[in-house]
């Protein structure tokens, strides 16, 4: 868990450490001013104990510590101290990365300037998301993407929450270190490789190029033009630019990893912005991730006629 206590103020950084090895499945922690400091993961919620407790973690919210507008200041203020001016850019995107690829989700009174986030003042609320690699997830799914000696273009989907960004920088892995292809990776988010002053704390493979922060267009562009991929990566796909940035792609010679957001094969189909994607056949290969008990992740993959071959 590498940089995320060193966030908290100094006094709760002990209790704080302890409190991420006691979880043992640990996916975020929310802090909310005022409230309980909220620790969960693997379907348990826990509370970080008031100070003068001998236990760090409670499952009652009554005695649980309670971030006061000091911590928060205090807190902010340690987050932003790598380098105030990423700092600021990052806020305006509304999330912060740390080193060790944590993500700390931010919430507070924005400022806008001509319809674009200036700056976010007053953060009061906070999300931060522990990162897991799960290196080796995907390994039993890379078989059923295969299309002869080629990859075929696929979308990984879920409900919020579930790991297709986890499967997907794993497939991004194994194709690079293991297939042996160039992939060219857009960040747009920074969910994926969790750049940090732009190396990536991630493992996405040797045959990775990472373009951070960047629109999808944007860097499909940028990245057919300069890096000459075999597979192109890109998080949270939808409406007609993304559509139109793919095409092109295709035009180009790559091939396609990419997400959606959606909790059945059905519920994917009848999205409306997914028509142009259903139409085209771009994709050929579709991944469903699903959460079992004890917050295992699983996976059924669909051919382009929503048959079901795994």
Same mark, same amino acid.
């Given at each position: ?60 919210? /009554? ?38 690829? *944590? ?92 750049? *940090? ?20 267009? /944007? ?11 075999? =597979? ?28 959606? *957001? ?16 259903? /139409? ?20 059924? =993959? ?9």
């Amino acid at each position: 868990m590498n940089g995320v206590q060193k966030i908290f103020p100094v006094h709760l950084r002990g209790r704080v450490e302890k409190a991420i090895r006691e979880h043992g499945a640990l996916e975020e922690i929310r802090i909310r001013i005022g409230q309980p400091v909220i620790f969960s993961g693997g379907d348990r919620e826990l509370y970080l104990s008031g100070e003068n407790s001998d236990e760090v973690l409670t499952e009652e919210t /009554k005695g649980a510590y309670r971030m006061g507008e000091e911590d928060l200041s205090e807190t902010v203020t340690f987050l932003s101290r790598y380098s105030r001016y990423a700092f600021e850019e990052e806020m305006k995107n509304g999330f912060v990365t740390l080193e060790g690829g *944590h993500r700390v989700g931010v919430a507070g009174q924005v400022r806008m300037e001509r319809g674009e986030v200036a700056d976010i003042s007053y953060i009061r609320f906070l999300n931060i998301r522990i990162a897991r690699e799960r290196v080796g997830c995907a390994r039993g799914l890379i078989p059923y993407l295969r299309d002869g000696d080629a990859i075929c273009n696929t979308l990984f989907f879920s409900a919020p929450g579930v790991g297709k960004t986890t499967y997907l920088r794993d497939c991004i892995r194994l194709l690079s270190d293991e297939e042996g292809l160039s992939v060219s990776l857009i960040d747009e988010r920074s969910e994926i490789a969790a750049c *940090h002053l732009g190396i990536p704390q991630n493992n996405v493979g040797m045959r990775t190029d990472v373009l951070d922060g960047v629109s999808k267009q /944007k860097g499909m562009q940028m990245m057919i033009r300069s890096m000459a991929p075999k =597979v192109l990566a890109v998080d949270e796909l939808g409406g007609e630019a993304d559509y139109r940035a793919l095409t092109q792609a295709l035009y180009c010679g790559c091939r396609i990893l990419g997400t959606v *957001h959606a909790g059945t094969i059905s519920e994917l189909w009848e999205k409306e912005e997914f028509i142009l994607w259903k /139409k085209s056949g771009i994709f050929k290969r579709y991944v469903l991730l699903k959460k079992g008990g004890a917050g295992a992740r699983f996976f059924e =993959v669909y051919n382009a006629r929503r048959e079901r071959v795994c």
